[in-house]
C-alpha cells in the first residue's frame, strides 16, 4: 500500500485516534489552533510549510490573527491518505513546539 492510497473508514477512525485534535470534515482532515500571538501563528505556519514542502504535500491553510486552520487531504487520490495522517503528526508538533 503507497502512502498515496485512499484509506477507509475504518483506517480514517483510526489514525485520528492518535490525532485527538483533528476532526474529519467528508474527505478532509481539519484542525484549528489558537496561537498565543500572530508572530508565533506565523511561526506555526512556517515550520508546517517547511515539513510540508518537504514532503510535496501541502495543506490548506487559513491565517485570522492567531487562528489557523488547517485543512488537509490529498487531492491527487481524492481523499484521505496515510500522508495527511503524517503532515497532522507534524502540524501537532509545530503546535506543541510554539506552545
Known sequence: MSIRDLLNDEQITAGLLALPEWRREGGSLTRTVQAKNFPAAIRI??????EAEGMDHHPDI????????FTLSTHSSG???AL???LASLIDASVEAEA
Request: charged content about 30%; hydrophobic content about 50%; overall charge neutral.
Open 45 to 50: 505556519v512556517v515550520a508546517v510549510a517547511e
Open 62 to 69: 487559513d491565517i485570522r490573527w492567531r487562528t489557523l486552520h
Open 79 to 81: 481523499g484521505i491518505t
Open 84 to 86: 495527511d495522517l503524517k
